[in-house]
C-alpha cells in the first residue's frame, strides 16, 4: 500500500507540473497575440522595467523593429500613415520655417495690466528635457528579450569596428572640455595627468581589441557592464571635473572587450547632454551616424532633444530628414539600393512590406514615429520659436490618434495663447475639435477641464470667435461653472492684447513693404538716368525673403503637402520595385475654405474626416 501511494503521489507530481507547464505556453501565447493583434490606433504600454509617470507612457515598438523581431514579425508589421512622412518632408529647410515676432512691450504691459493667464514665463512656453525619465526609457530597453543587435560577424568588421572606435575616442580626447578650457575649478591634477598616460598607452597598443568568437549574449552582457560604469561616471559629473570626466569614459570605451551596441551610443549621448556638454555629445552623435548600429525609439528622442539643448536648429530638422527617408542616408535603420532589392527575394519582401521611401536610387526603411517622438519634436520646434510648426505637428499626431501627455498639450496652448498668433490657435481648435476623446481622457479631472475650458475660450478670442461656447470645441466642459471661465475683465483684456499685436504686426509688414518698395523706386530711377549698374543682387533681396517668410507667410496648411523632389512614398515602392523607379511627386492641394464664416460648421464634419486634411488658418492679420 505504501508503494502504491508513493507512485502515485509522484504521478500526481508529474501530471501538476505538465499542467503547469501547459499553462504558462498558453499564457505566453495568449501574451504575444494581445501584443501583436493589428489595431486602428497605436498601442500604448509601459514596459516592465520602466516605472513611468502615468500621463506618459511608452508605445509598443512595432513589429519588425530593433526591439520586437521574432519569427513571423515581418508578415505582422504595420505600416504607420503617410501623412507624417508627407508632412514633415513639406516643411522645408529651417531658415524658411516662419516665426512669430516678439511681443512688444505694449502687449506685454497689457498682459500683466489685466493679469492675464498663463504668466509670461519661459516655464509655461519651453520644456526641458527630463533627463531621468529618457534614462529610465533607455534602461528598459536593454532589458528587452527581443532586441536584436548589429554586431561585427567577420574578422574585417571586427577590425573597422575597433578603428571606428579609436576615433570616437580621438574625438573626444581633442574637444575643449577634455582638455580642461570649461572647468570651473582646477580638477586633481594627479589623477587626470595619470589616466590621461594610461588612456596615452592604450590608444598606442591600437585598443580596443574586441574578442574574435562574437557571441550576442556576451555582447549584451559586456554591454550592459559598460553601460551601468558610464552611467556612474556621468552620475558624478560636475562642472569641476568635466576633463576627469571625458577620460573615464574614454578608458571605459577603450578596455572593453565587445563592440558597442546601441544602448552605450543612447547611454553616452544621453549622458554627455545631461551633463551640458553638449559639443562630446555631438562627436558621439556623428560616430553612431557613421556606424551600423540600428537605433532604438530612445535615440531618437536622445537625437532630438541633444540638438534642441545644443540650440541647433538646422541639425534638429536634418535628423527629421533622415528619420523620414527625405535625407537618403537615413538614420541607420535599413538602406538598400534599388539593384540590390531587385536581386534578392528577401530584400524585395523587405521592401514591399516595410514603411519605405524612395529616394533616387535608394530605399531607406523610415523610422517610426511613436508618442515620444512626437512630443520631442514639438517641444523642439517650441524650443526654437516655430510655434505655427508645433502646433501643425500636434494636430497631425491628434487627427492620427496620438495622446498626447499632459505636459506637451499645456505648453503648446498656453504657447498658443500668449503668442497671440490666431493662426496656431485655429489650427489646434480644429485638432481638440476633431479629438476631443483624447483630451478629454488625459484632463479628466474638474480642475483639468476648468483649465483647458479657458484655454480654449482664450483661444476662441484671439481668433477673434467671440460668441462661441468652449463645449462646442470640447463637450466635456460644458460642465464648467461660468464663475470658472475667462471674466468680463479679462475677456476686455484679452481683446484689447490681441489688437495691440494685430496693429503691431501690421507695422512690421509696412515697414518690409516699404523697404522692399524703396529698392524697386530705386531700380527704376537708376534705369530712367541711363546707369547700367546692376540690378540689386541677392543680397538685397535676401533678407526680404526671410522676412516675409517669418512674419507675412500663412500658417501651413497640413492639406498643402508635397513630397520633396525625388522622393516617393511607401505606396510607390511597389512600382518602383517590380517595375522601375519612375519619379513621381504627390500633391495633395486642396482649396482652402474660409473659416471664419460659420466656424462650428466646421467640428461637426471635422469628426468624420481627418481635419489635417484642412486646417488652413482663417484668422489671419
Not at 513639406?90 to 498663463?118: A, C, F, M, N
Not at 509655461?124 to 561585427?152: C, G, N, W
Not at 498643402?560 to 495633395?588: F, L, P
Amino acid at each position: 500500500m505504501g508503494t502504491a501511494a508513493v507512485l502515485d503521489a509522484q504521478k500526481k507530481d508529474e501530471r501538476r507540473k505538465e499542467l503547469d507547464r501547459q499553462l504558462e505556453e498558453a499564457r505566453a501565447e495568449f501574451r504575444m497575440l494581445v501584443e501583436n493583434a493589428p489595431s486602428h490606433l497605436p498601442r500604448e504600454r509601459v514596459p516592465d522595467a520602466c516605472i513611468a509617470p502615468s500621463h506618459l507612457l511608452l508605445e509598443l515598438a512595432p513589429d519588425g523593429s530593433i526591439t520586437n523581431r521574432y519569427k513571423g514579425a515581418l508578415e505582422r508589421y504595420k505600416k504607420q500613415p503617410e501623412e507624417i512622412a508627407e508632412f514633415f518632408d513639406s516643411l522645408g529647410p529651417t531658415p524658411e520655417w516662419p516665426r512669430v515676432s516678439p511681443r512688444s512691450r505694449q502687449v506685454k504691459d497689457i498682459w500683466h495690466q489685466y493679469r492675464l493667464q498663463p504668466q509670461m514665463n519661459r516655464s509655461y512656453t519651453v520644456v526641458d528635457t527630463d533627463y531621468e525619465l529618457l534614462a529610465r526609457f533607455i534602461r528598459s530597453e536593454e532589458k528587452m528579450t527581443r532586441i536584436q543587435h548589429r554586431i561585427p560577424k567577420t574578422s574585417q568588421q571586427l577590425e573597422v569596428a575597433e578603428r571606428k572606435m579609436r576615433l570616437l575616442v580621438t574625438s573626444l580626447l581633442s574637444t575643449d572640455e577634455a582638455r580642461g578650457r570649461h572647468d570651473k575649478t582646477r580638477p586633481e591634477k594627479c589623477d587626470s595627468e595619470a589616466l590621461q598616460q594610461v588612456i596615452a598607452d592604450l590608444c598606442k597598443r591600437e585598443h580596443p581589441h574586441y574578442d574574435v568568437d562574437l557571441d550576442p549574449n556576451a555582447v549584451s552582457e559586456c554591454n550592459a557592464d559598460l553601460n551601468r560604469s558610464l552611467r556612474d561616471i556621468f552620475a558624478e559629473a560636475q562642472p569641476s571635473n568635466i576633463k576627469l570626466t571625458i577620460m573615464k569614459v574614454c578608458y571605459n570605451l577603450l578596455v572593453a572587450s565587445q563592440p558597442p551596441t546601441i544602448h552605450t551610443y543612447n547611454t553616452l549621448i544621453h549622458g554627455f547632454s545631461a551633463a551640458g556638454l553638449h559639443y562630446p555629445a555631438s562627436r558621439v552623435v556623428k560616430a553612431f551616424l557613421h556606424s551600423t548600429v540600428e537605433p532604438t525609439q530612445s535615440t531618437l528622442v536622445c537625437l532630438l532633444n541633444h540638438f534642441k539643448e545644443a540650440n541647433d536648429s538646422e541639425g534638429f530638422y536634418k535628423i527629421i530628414e533622415r528619420m523620414t527617408g527625405k535625407d537618403r542616408r537615413g538614420v541607420n535603420i535599413r538602406r538598400k539600393s534599388v539593384e540590390q532589392v531587385h536581386a534578392t527575394d528577401s530584400l524585395h519582401k523587405w521592401a514591399m512590406t516595410k514603411d519605405i521611401a524612395v529616394n533616387r536610387d535608394y530605399l531607406i526603411e523610415r523610422a517610426w514615429f511613436d508618442v515620444r517622438v512626437f512630443a520631442a519634436i514639438i517641444e523642439g520646434m517650441l524650443r526654437f520659436g516655430y510655434l505655427r510648426y508645433a502646433a501643425d505637428t500636434m494636430a497631425l499626431g491628434l487627427n492620427l490618434g496620438i495622446a498626447f501627455s499632459m505636459q506637451t498639450i499645456r505648453t503648446v496652448l498656453n504657447s498658443c495663447v500668449l503668442e497671440l498668433d490666431p493662426k496656431p490657435a485655429m489650427v489646434i481648435l480644429k485638432a481638440l475639435a476633431f479629438r476631443h476623446s483624447l483630451i478629454e481622457a488625459k484632463f479628466s479631472k474638474i480642475t483639468h477641464q476648468e483649465y483647458i475650458a479657458r484655454r480654449v475660450q482664450s483661444l476662441l478670442y484671439i481668433c477673434g470667435l467671440f460668441g462661441i461656447s468652449p463645449a462646442t470645441v470640447v463637450p466635456s466642459v460644458e460642465a464648467v461653472p461660468a464663475s470658472m471661465l475667462l471674466s468680463e475683465r479679462h475677456k476686455r483684456g484679452l481683446d484689447i492684447a490681441r489688437i495691440t499685436r494685430a496693429v503691431d504686426e501690421s507695422e512690421i509688414k509696412l515697414g518690409f513693404f516699404r523697404s522692399s518698395l524703396a529698392v524697386v523706386l530705386k531700380c527704376l530711377a537708376d534705369c530712367q538716368s541711363g546707369d547700367k549698374s546692376p540690378t540689386p543682387s541677392g543680397s538685397h533681396l535676401r533678407p526680404w525673403r526671410r522676412l516675409t517668410k517669418a512674419a507675412i507667410a500663412t500658417a501651413p496648411n497640413l492639406g498643402n503637402i508635397e513630397v520633396a523632389k525625388g522622393v516617393e512614398t511607401s505606396e510607390e515602392v511597389r512600382e518602383t520595385v517590380t517595375i522601375s523607379s519612375n519619379d513621381k511627386t504627390t500633391d495633395s492641394r486642396d482649396k482652402a475654405d474660409d473659416a471664419c464664416a460659420g466656424f462650428e460648421d466646421h467640428f461637426e464634419p471635422a469628426r468624420s474626416k481627418p481635419a489635417h486634411r484642412n486646417l488652413e488658418a482663417a484668422a489671419s492679420f
